[in-house]
């Protein structure tokens, strides 16, 4: 990373300002606590079904918790817009490869098939997301969740001009794995010479986000979706999350993985010492 030796210093020294910036604007415990009970008083006032809590990014800085808004977007940077739309959420998803073989109709809960969560080390959430609709699909193809772990750095850093570890758009993952195969983790350490260590898909395609499309694609893959981020839900902990304070934060994608009666069950890329293990529920229409 640093291209000159006699650079080295100086380098570290820059590093170490600015990481000592991050620190003092991160919230005190006492801080966190009272945001936490501000948020919680509200969510009582307008009788939500969720829960605030202390989690691993609420007493984040600004810019820190901002950097995990990765998601380029020119049609929701409004957040009155985003709102206006009510149940319709934009969202992108792989068709299953092998549709006319593999049919999913008992169930149409993907979390079973899912890798375990993962932290987000930059603005690469859109290459999270893409992974995990793609991981769900292998593992329920081969029948059983044996952890594939596909490398989201090697789409970051090769995705060219639709996404970086700064940000990216929804489709940037999906087109880079159809489009170039992707390692996995395990598969390039254990069989680098084979070539089915690495996946591809045939399609993916966008559709109407209205609430029966979203469960209708779940028959067949889990859903990749694009969603705005209010300061309320990096303290997100349990319940169906609705949007109660804050300013608008950016735009994310994360991976529905099932439904309820009246809410999405979605896979976050935060880390599992964030939310429910690293999943949220958040009700139809929200964000």
Same mark, same amino acid.
């Given at each position: 990373?640093?291209?000159?030796?006699?650079?080295?210093?100086?380098? !570290?020294?820059?590093?170490?300002?600015?990481?000592?910036?991050?620190?003092?604007?991160?919230?005190?415990?006492?801080?966190?606590?009272?945001?936490?009970?501000?948020?919680?008083?509200?969510?009582?006032?307008?009788? @939500?079904?969720?829960?605030?809590?202390?989690?691993?990014?609420?007493? $984040?800085?600004?810019?820190?918790?901002?950097? $995990?808004?990765?998601?380029?977007?020119?049609?929701?940077?409004?957040?009155? &817009?985003?709102?206006?739309?009510?149940?319709? $959420? @934009?969202?992108?998803?792989?068709?299953?490869?092998?549709?006319?073989?593999?049919?999913? +109709?008992?169930?149409?809960?993907?979390?079973?098939?899912?890798?375990? *969560?993962?932290?987000?080390?930059?603005?690469?959430?859109? &290459? /999270?997301?893409? +992974?995990? *609709?793609?991981?769900?699909?292998?593992?329920?193809?081969?029948?059983?969740? #044996?952890?594939?772990?596909?490398?989201?750095? /090697?789409?970051?850093?090769? &995705?060219?001009?639709?996404?970086?570890?700064?940000?990216?758009? +929804? @489709?940037?993952?999906?087109? !880079? #794995?159809?489009?170039?195969?992707?390692?996995?983790?395990?598969?390039?350490?254990?069989?680098?010479?084979?070539? /089915?260590?690495?996946?591809?898909?045939?399609? @993916?395609?966008?559709?109407?986000?209205?609430?029966?499309?979203?469960?209708?694609?779940?028959?067949?893959?889990?859903?990749?979706?694009?969603?705005?981020?209010?300061?309320?839900?990096?303290?997100?902990?349990?319940?169906?999350?609705?949007?109660?304070?804050?300013?608008?934060?950016?735009?994310?994608?994360? *991976?529905?993985?099932?439904?309820?009666?009246?809410?999405?069950?979605?896979?976050?890329?935060?880390?599992?010492?964030?939310?429910?293990?690293?999943?949220?529920?958040?009700?139809?229409?929200?964000?």
């Amino acid at each position: 990373m640093v291209k000159k030796c006699s650079f080295l210093i100086l380098v !570290f020294i820059i590093f170490g300002l600015s990481n000592n910036c991050l620190l003092q604007e991160r919230l005190s415990q006492e801080e966190v606590n009272k945001m936490i009970s501000e948020i919680n008083k509200k969510i009582k006032e307008k009788g @939500y079904n969720w829960i605030a809590g202390i989690t691993s990014k609420s007493a $984040l800085s600004p810019e820190e918790k901002r950097k $995990l808004c990765g998601i380029l977007s020119d049609e929701f940077k409004n957040p009155d &817009a985003m709102q206006a739309v009510g149940d319709s $959420l @934009y969202f992108e998803y792989k068709k299953n490869e092998v549709n006319n073989i593999l049919k999913k +109709t008992m169930s149409t809960n993907w979390e079973t098939w899912m890798s375990d *969560v993962e932290n987000q080390e930059c603005g690469n959430c859109w &290459a /999270h997301a893409a +992974t995990g *609709v793609a991981e769900g699909l292998i593992h329920e193809y081969i029948g059983q969740n #044996i952890g594939i772990d596909q490398d989201e750095m /090697h789409i970051t850093n090769n &995705a060219g001009g639709c996404g970086d570890c700064d940000d990216g758009y +929804t @489709y940037c993952g999906m087109s !880079f #794995i159809q489009n170039s195969k992707v390692r996995s983790e395990q598969g390039i350490n254990s069989f680098p010479n084979y070539d /089915h260590a690495y996946w591809t898909i045939n399609n @993916y395609s966008g559709h109407s986000g209205s609430i029966n499309a979203i469960k209708n694609s779940l028959n067949s893959s889990p859903v990749l979706a694009q969603m705005s981020v209010y300061e309320d839900f990096y303290s997100y902990d349990d319940g169906i999350y609705e949007y109660t304070t804050g300013a608008y934060e950016g735009e994310h994608a994360v *991976v529905i993985v099932d439904y309820g009666a009246d809410y999405w069950l979605c896979k976050n890329s935060w880390g599992e010492d964030w939310g429910d293990d690293g999943y949220f529920k958040i009700a139809f229409g929200e964000c």
